[in-house]
Nanobody
Framework: QVQLVESGGGLVQAGGSLRLACEASSRTLNNAPMGWFRQAPGKEREFVAAITWSGTSTFYGGSVKGRFTISRDNAKNTVYLQMNSLKPDDPAVYYC????????????????WGQGTQVTVSS
């Protein structure tokens, strides 16, 4: 049973930074792309970022490009999301996902999901 556990969410002022982490329970995900999505109340789940298994390629949603950075450490079975210059539009529950089959930006393509971590931005 593969499990993804997110951490690092919390409250931050607008313009501040947070670093999310997602640890996978299985080393098999070291061979899989991993990603982050977010969902705000009343909105659809939105693609944030994805990274290939080797870490050599990364992909970002338009609203976070240039502010967020995804990375991974396969030795620790962990993927990170560094979030800088946080805006009032960024608050949401952030979900880690793994092992997609198809379009990275489509949430239905992803096989495994974490429980999510809340990010709140104060103005």
């Amino acid at each position: 049973q593969v499990q993804l556990v997110e951490s690092g969410g919390g409250l931050v002022q607008a313009g501040g930074s947070l670093r999310l982490a997602c640890e996978a329970s299985s080393r098999t995900l070291n061979n899989a792309p991993m990603g982050w999505f977010r969902q705000a109340p009343g909105k659809e789940r939105e693609f944030v970022a994805a990274i290939t298994w080797s870490g050599t390629s990364t992909f970002y949603g338009g609203s976070v490009k240039g502010r967020f950075t995804i990375s991974r450490d396969n030795a620790k079975n962990t993927v990170y999301l560094q979030m800088n210059s946080l805006k009032p539009d960024d608050p949401a529950v952030y979900y880690c996902a793994a092992d997609p089959d198809g379009d990275y930006t489509n949430s239905v393509a992803w096989e495994y999901w974490g429980q999510g971590t809340q990010v709140t931005v104060s103005s």
